[in-house]
């Protein structure tokens, strides 16, 4: 399976964005999960969506500000995040547990990982 994220970019502080993550396969039986590496820091996960699209999860970083949604019809997997802050500054990454219906904001449980999207937020 292929991932692919994309829609990063420069965005001031305070904005908003959509990032998109096509992937190959079938959507609708794996879950997947948006995660950001920011220099020199480790993995963070933000939140995921099942295989079913029934349950989102979303972590304390990003709750009340960002949401996940899908379109299986394009098998595309979205993030939209608003009230961006400095400390966004990361490069985005989804990823998919295929054939697996529960979702996981730990990355250390994701196989597959798309190339990642860098987003600068500047104060």
């Known amino acids: 399976v292929q991932l692919q994220a994309s829609g990063g970019g420069l965005v001031q502080a305070g904005g908003s964005l959509r990032l998109s993550c096509t992937i190959s396969?079938?959507?609708?039986?794996?879950?997947v999960g948006w995660f950001r590496q920011a220099p020199g820091r480790e993995y963070e996960g933000l939140l995921c969506?099942?295989?079913?699209?029934?349950?989102?999860k979303y972590e304390d970083s990003v709750k009340g500000r960002a949401t996940i949604s899908r379109d299986i019809s394009k098998s595309t997997v979205y993030l939209h995040m608003s009230s961006l802050k400095p400390e966004d500054t990361a490069v985005y990454y989804c990823?998919?547990?295929?054939?697996?219906?529960?979702?996981?904001?730990?990355?250390?449980?994701?196989?597959?990982w798309g190339q990642g999207t860098l987003v600068t937020v500047s104060s």
């Open positions: 969506i099942s295989g079913s699209g029934a349950t989102k």
């Open positions: 990823a998919a547990r295929m054939g697996h219906e529960l979702c996981y904001t730990d990355y250390r449980l994701y196989s597959d």
């Open positions: 396969g079938d959507l609708g039986h794996n879950s």
